[in-house]
């Protein structure tokens, strides 16, 4: 029998619903892999007395023969931005090191009505803050990973959601929370040869995420098929009246209306996404997609993002300055760390703590966002990177009058080594050139596995549609998966 | 636009950051590396453009006007808005002394 640790999303909610196994056992086999994998360091901390009370309440309703949830008996990890009632929350910063909610985030509790458990807290980038998880103040996470060179060089898991990518790689977990701010589903998952899916800006409540860039910021599921992302979705969207930006609308059912059947749909290729530099070997899996796609019966089309290029400049000055206006309540004073050096006064306070709380990842983006949100610079800097917000919205707005989803890859290589890009910033920042411009627009992307490159490391590749249709993302997600083949899982080293 | 090491540290003091002579040398290079990146923004011609200020259309909703509307974000919960606070005396929040 398969191992229950490699069983998705469904295949657990279906196998306890039968009585093919346990919640309980599910939930005591998972907790066991949690246990085994701490040289990955995916989680801060874990939680296997959660998971399992919650797999106690899923057998005991099935008992009784009560209705289950969408997610009942399916253990998760919860990345560590969504408050936990009870549970450590850390946005894995210092500063909220020992920060314990009195509250649950709308989304979490969503997953835990749904009958989830949760088997810990997973390690992430500072305050979401970074591409490979090396910016956490609780150490970096190890993908799962190696190359195929016996090297055994430590890899990035991608970032932020890095705990959430390495986990479900490695089959410490099914699923996991992730949030993407410009990339941070998206970039994770392909990384580590998994599905993960950031819906349309607002389809996710953001009450109870700690908050990074709040006109972008947009939590999703990230697991190893498109059907579980969409069922994970389902139990993680819908309105919210405690997010002023939460869409009040109607959440699909997207996992029953899947069809990777793409007659009479249109693909679009942008062209300015073949930018010098990329990778060859993520521009034959992009060519792989497109043939993908067309056999599944889609037409492709090439379609024009002429702002692309100016994404990531925008977005490296919209995301600061929004960080640095939210990030101003970390003061010593309400939550978290304080520093107070003796004799010191108020302000002296406020600058010392926040200066022992942050990382310096954290403090660049906080510094850059206050000096372009600064009197003489404000238009020059963050007014002019709106305007190119809205020039790359309407340029996605003129593609889809044209095609009906747009294929691109996710990221512009396979997965680097941890170190190879901390010394210089914006060598970090470029891998999001893929991801950014979805995010500036608030549209549905996901990223779903292309295969191996020759280092034997996972590629993704990346379906954005228009607001509001995710059903249209993951069905073209499913026609390449279903094609791709993607099996490949890394081999257990730890 | 380069910065100089007075106004990056003058940054730095508005971000309520407290930065040494130390890392002061490394912010500023970074610090003008970025800026040199960001404006290639200026490239662009963008007086006919309005800047975005929703990324998706909504019409900002206003609660009911009344108290607790949602108990969960309502009032009453002063032990738990504490609960967390590194130092909290007789109901409120604690802070050194701002006023001689």
């Known amino acids: 029998m398969t191992s229950l640790t490699d069983l998705g999303v469904k295949a657990l909610r279906d196998g306890v619903a039968a009585g093919q196994f346990s919640a309980v056992e599910v939930a005591e086999a998972f907790n066991a892999a949690v246990a085994e994998a701490a040289q990955l360091n995916a989680f801060i901390v874990t939680t296997p007395d959660a998971a399992l009370d919650a797999a106690r309440a899923v057998d005991a309703d099935r008992a009784a023969g009560k209705p289950l949830g969408k997610m009942a008996g399916v253990p998760i990890g919860m990345k560590d931005l969504f408050a936990t009632k009870g549970v450590q929350t850390t946005a894995a910063s210092h500063i909220l090191e020992g920060f314990t909610p009195q509250y649950e985030s709308t989304v979490s509790q969503k997953l835990w009505d749904a009958g989830a458990g949760m088997l810990g807290k997973l390690n992430l980038d500072q305050f979401a803050m970074g591409s490979s998880n090396e910016t956490s103040y609780f150490g970096n996470v190890i993908s799962p990973w190696r190359r195929n060179d016996g090297g055994n060089a430590p890899l990035a898991p991608g970032g932020s959601s890095g705990g959430s990518s390495a986990a479900i790689a490695a089959r410490l977990c099914p699923a996991a929370t992730g949030t993407d701010t410009g990339g941070s589903i998206r970039q994770p998952a392909a990384f580590t040869g998994i599905s993960g899916i950031k819906p349309t800006y607002g389809r996710c409540s953001r009450w109870g995420i700690v908050a990074f860039a709040s006109s972008l910021d947009q939590a999703g599921p990230m697991a190893r098929s498109v059907e579980d992302c969409a069922i994970m979705l389902e139990a993680m969207a819908g309105f919210d009246p405690k997010d002023s930006t939460s869409l009040d609308l109607p959440v699909p059912d997207w996992s029953a209306a899947l069809n990777a059947d793409l007659r009479g749909k249109k693909v679009g290729i942008p062209r300015e996404y073949r930018m010098d530099g990329t990778d060859p070997e993520i521009l034959a899996s992009w060519d792989a997609g497109i043939a993908w796609l067309k056999d599944a019966g889609a037409e492709v089309v090439e379609v024009s993002l002429p702002h692309t290029k100016y994404a990531l400049p925008a977005y490296y000055i919209v995301a600061p300055a929004e960080a640095s206006s939210n990030l101003a309540r970390y003061d010593g004073v309400r939550y978290g760390l304080r520093d107070l050096p003796d004799g010191a006064g108020l302000q002296d306070m406020y600058a010392a703590t926040r200066a022992a709380g942050f990382g310096p990842e954290v403090k660049r983006r906080i510094m850059l966002g206050t000096y372009v949100l600064s009197a003489g610079f404000y238009d020059a800097y963050y007014t002019q990177a709106m305007k190119l917000r809205t020039l790359i919205q309407r340029d996605f707005t003129e593609a889809f009058k044209t095609c009906d989803v747009i294929l691109a890859p996710t990221t512009p290589t396979a997965a680097f080594a941890l170190g190879e890009k901390t010394e210089d910033p914006l060598a970090m920042y470029l891998n999001d050139v893929f991801s950014v411009p979805a995010s500036l627009a608030g549209l549905p992307a996901m990223s779903v596995p292309a295969?191996?490159?020759?280092?034997?490391?996972?590629?993704?590749?990346?379906?954005?549609?228009?607001?509001?249709?995710?059903?249209?993302?993951?069905?073209?997600?499913?026609a390449i998966e279903q094609r791709a083949g993607f099996t490949a899982k890394p081999e257990k080293w730890w | 636009m380069?910065?100089?090491?007075?106004?990056?540290?003058?940054?730095?003091?508005?971000?309520?950051?407290?930065?040494?002579?130390?890392?002061?040398?490394?912010?500023?290079?970074?610090?003008?590396?970025?800026?040199?990146?960001?404006?290639?923004?200026?490239?662009?011609?963008?007086?006919?453009?309005?800047?975005?200020?929703?990324?998706?259309?909504?019409?900002?909703r206003l609660r009911a006007d009344v108290v607790d509307a949602d108990p969960l974000t309502g009032g009453g919960k002063r032990d738990a808005v504490l609960a967390n606070a590194p130092v909290a005396e007789h109901g409120f929040f604690g802070v050194p002394k701002v006023i001689e």
């Not at chain 1, 280092?455 to 509001?468: H, K, R, S, Y």
């Open chain 2, 2 to 60: 380069s910065v100089t090491r007075e106004e990056v540290a003058k940054i730095a003091a508005l971000a309520r950051i407290k930065v040494d002579e130390h890392d002061l040398d490394r912010m500023v290079p970074e610090f003008n590396n970025l800026l040199a990146w960001v404006e290639q923004l200026g490239e662009v011609d963008t007086s006919a453009v309005e800047p975005m200020t929703a990324v998706i259309p909504q019409k900002l």
């Open chain 1, 451 to 478: 295969g191996l490159n020759k280092d034997g490391l996972p590629l993704g590749l990346q379906i954005i549609g228009p607001a509001f249709d995710e059903q249209g993302v993951l069905n073209a997600g499913l």
